[in-house]
């Protein structure tokens, strides 16, 4: 099956630093690569959405300029965390998406703790 | 704004049971719909879609959808203590050119 991996897995930063987190399809090209967060007991709200090539669409609520997402290749997506706050503490999930549109692989998710 | 409901639960089902899980949908545009499990510190894994009004069934698993009453179920028939987990539901548009919209999950304990 289809394979998505993120790195890092887990991340502690102190506050006001960036983290870059990246998004990896690793036996296909995905047209697409979706960002999505998941706070404690609460489901996975997207974030924003990523085309190889072209600027990422961003949800509303979510500030473009705060959540940096590079998708550079068909294989690569980015989300970089720019002056990280303990409320962006959260389980971020990467998903890409190729050939049949109705389906989603998802990375298994990386875990922001600000100090 | 698209809104998945589900019930938190915990939803509790002795093992060897049916367990039934439920989700409602508001945006009657939805075409595609999905049931995701989620263990706990893990991302979510894909277990069923369904895209037409009727029932389809994989394994244990079967799913329900009735697009005029936006109601999406999923049956889990002979419940394992390894089914338990949070079951999420999950509706995209058409052309699936969107990112999915999750409901809270709802928390299922097959009881052995």
């Known amino acids: 099956g289809a394979v998505v991996s993120q790195h890092p897995s887990w991340v502690i930063c102190k506050s006001g630093t960036s983290v870059k987190i990246e998004c990896r399809s690793l036996?296909?090209?995905?047209?697409?690569m979706f960002w999505y967060r998941q706070f404690p007991k609460q489901s996975l709200m997207l974030m924003a959405t990523s085309n190889e090539g072209s600027k990422a669409t961003y949800e509303q609520g979510v500030e473009k300029d705060k959540f940096l997402i590079n998708h550079a290749s068909l294989t690569l997506s980015t989300l970089t965390v720019t002056s990280a706050h303990p409320e962006d503490s959260s389980f971020y999930i990467c998903?890409?998406?190729?050939?049949?549109?109705?389906?989603?692989?998802f990375g298994p998710g990386t875990r922001l703790t600000v100090l | 704004q698209k809104e998945v409901e589900q019930n938190s639960g915990p939803l509790s089902v002795p093992e060897g049971a049916i367990a039934s899980l439920n989700c409602t949908y508001s945006?009657?545009?939805?075409?595609?719909f999905f049931w995701y499990r989620q263990y706990s510190g893990k991302s979510p894994e894909l277990i069923m879609f369904?895209?037409?009004?009727g029932d389809k069934e994989d394994g244990r698993f079967t799913a329900q959808l009735n697009k005029a009453s936006q109601y999406v179920s999923l049956l889990i028939r002979d419940s394992q203590p390894s089914d338990s987990a949070t079951y999420l539901c999950?509706?995209?548009?058409?052309?699936?050119?969107?990112?999915?919209?999750f409901g809270k999950g709802t928390h299922l304990i097959i009881q052995p």
């Open positions: 369904i895209y037409s009004n």
């Open positions: 945006d009657r545009g939805s075409q595609s």
């Open positions: 998903s890409a998406r190729w050939g049949g549109p109705l389906t989603q692989y």
């Open positions: 999950a509706v995209t548009g058409g052309g699936g050119a969107d990112g999915l919209t």
């Open positions: 036996d296909f090209q995905a047209t697409t």
